[in-house]
T-cell receptor, first 115, second 117 residues
Framework: DAGVIQSPRHEVTEMGQEVTLRCKPI?????LFWYRQTMMRGLELLIY????????DSGMPEDRFSAKMPNASFSTLKIQPSEPRDSAVYFC?????????????FGAGTRLSVL | GENVEQHPSTLSVQEGDSAVIKCTYS??????FPWYKQELGKRPQLIID?????GEKKDQRIAVTLNKTAKHFSLHITETQPEDSAVYFC????????????????FGTGTKLQVIP
């Protein structure tokens, strides 16, 4: 398996623009997580899905952020409108929730810069 | 919810010395404690984990200990090497809820380890 695949790897945009980050989880995994990583706040869980259904979005910072998972192999995180403080590395991770352990496999991340 | 605290935030050691990173957690229901390593510019990757029914686990140069009574757990790296330089994250999680629901993993704030050659 190729692992969790994220795109794009780098995104530079201007304040006010819409940004869409994409994630393909590991085939067969039934949990998908979106994280944001910054120097100040570390690794923050934004939202997670189980079987394509959002379970906990309490970490989504505000209404400008939205996430979808239309099918088991694809998820998006959208920021509209983007702001400079959204600049961070965004990670997607997936796991197989039926295991006794909650091992999460991370994608390579998307480095977002909002100018 | 769960709160995980991690110390120190930065740690510098000479090559060959040992490094210890400590974490505490708040939720007594947590029973799974993974450690992730993130090299510069890379993704976090699991390096070792421990369940609450085990007090210590070793894998070559790394070991984790767990004190469930005190709600703290530690990562020990012996004979450190330059390639151990990275940010290390501890985490805590209850495993699958009895009702079938998933309990999320809560990460610590990370420790930047620098091994000086």
């Amino acid at each position: 398996d190729a692992g969790v695949i994220q795109s794009p790897r780098h995104e530079v945009t201007e304040m006010g623009q819409e940004v869409t980050l994409r994630c393909k989880p590991i085939s067969g995994h039934d949990y998908l997580f979106w994280y944001r990583q910054t120097m100040m706040r570390g690794l923050e869980l934004l939202i997670y899905f189980n079987n394509n259904v959002p379970i906990d979005d309490s970490g989504m910072p505000e209404d400008r952020f939205s996430a979808k998972m239309p099918n088991a192999s694809f998820s998006t995180l959208k920021i509209q409108p983007s702001e400079p403080r959204d600049s961070a590395v965004y990670f997607c991770a997936s796991s197989l929730g039926t295991l006794a352990k909650n091992i999460q496999y991370f994608g390579a991340g998307t480095r977002l810069s909002v100018l | 919810g769960e709160n995980v605290e991690q110390h120190p935030s930065t740690l510098s050691v000479q090559e060959g010395d040992s490094a210890v990173i400590k974490c505490t957690y708040s939720d007594s229901a947590s029973n799974y404690f993974p450690w992730y390593k993130q090299e510069l510019g890379k993704r976090p990757q699991l390096i070792i984990d421990i369940r609450s029914n085990v007090g210590e686990k070793k894998d070559q140069r790394i070991a984790v200990t767990l004190n469930k009574t005190a709600k703290h757990f530690s990562l020990h790296i012996t004979e450190t090497q330059p390639e151990d330089s990275a940010v290390y994250f501890c985490a805590a999680s209850p495993t699958l809820h009895p009702s079938g629901g998933y309990q999320k993993v809560t990460f610590g704030t990370g420790t930047k380890l620098q091994v000086i050659p």
